[in-house]
């Protein structure tokens, strides 16, 4: 049990809507990251947060970003939703250092019609 | 640019024989190598991970992965399969750039599935 805790599990949003997805990392652990996982696809990097700021960041438009707070705890919010937003949105924390390894929660499900 | 590539969409083994899925990477400079393993509708789970040393590295429920660093290869390996090891696995490559967290570069994925 890595300790990452998202909600909501499953969504269902309509075209245009704005979701807002969450994030709760295991105690100490202040680095989150957040990958898509598209249907039949390897997650995909959006990006990450270390100390309340987005330190990196992958190949997604400015529809999606995010918020760290001062409790580590992590946003994922995406605007204009599109139908390919559908996927399995996953938050994950380093364990530690340079030769740690990356847990995952088991996501949030999102849908747009 | 770093890379990842798992050749094959789907592997199908019997029960009790060994299994072996495919990774091949491209990375700059040494890589840092994972396979995680996805049941349906959950997430990603941690297998093992190749930092540098012995170049066969122990995992979780008995899974092992051999690095070849001439071939470029980070194959999964088990001895002996079992129904239940039928999931979805995924080799990564770490981004190295950063010392504070950085990215996991993922291939594709390979459908492993383990008939009785």
């Known amino acids: 049990d890595a300790g990452v805790t998202q909600s909501p599990t499953h969504l269902i949003k309509t075209r245009g809507q704005q979701v807002t997805l969450r994030c709760s990392p295991k105690?100490?652990?202040?680095?989150v990251s957040w990958y898509q996982q598209a249907l039949g696809q390897g997650p995909q990097f959006i990006f990450q947060?270390?100390?309340?700021?987005?330190?990196q960041r992958g190949n997604f438009p400015d529809r999606f970003s995010g918020h760290q707070f001062p409790n580590y705890s992590s946003e994922l919010n995406v605007n204009a939703l599109l139908l390919g937003d559908s996927a399995l949105y996953l938050c994950?924390?380093?364990?530690?250092?340079?030769?740690?390894?990356?847990?995952f929660g088991e996501g949030s499900r999102l849908t747009v019609l | 640019a770093q890379s990842v590539a798992q050749p094959e969409d789907q592997v199908n083994v019997a029960e009790g024989n060994p299994l072996t899925v495919k990774c091949t990477y491209s990375v700059s400079g040494n890589p840092y190598l994972f396979w995680y393993v996805q049941y349906p509708n959950r997430g990603l789970q941690f297998l093992l991970k190749y930092i540098t040393g012995d170049n066969l590295v122990k995992g979780s429920y008995g899974f092992e992965a051999e690095f070849n660093k001439s071939q470029t290869s980070f194959h999964l390996k088990k001895p002996s399969a079992l129904v239940s090891d039928s999931a979805l696995y995924f080799c990564?490559?770490?981004?190295?750039?950063?010392?504070?967290?950085?990215?996991?570069?993922f291939g594709q994925g390979t459908e492993l599935s383990v008939k009785p």
């Open positions: 105690s100490g652990h202040d680095t």
């Open positions: 990564a490559v770490r981004d190295r750039l950063y010392n504070q967290g950085g990215k996991l570069i």
């Open positions: 947060y270390y100390e309340e700021e987005e330190r």
């Open positions: 994950a924390m380093w364990t530690s250092g340079r030769t740690g390894e990356l847990f």
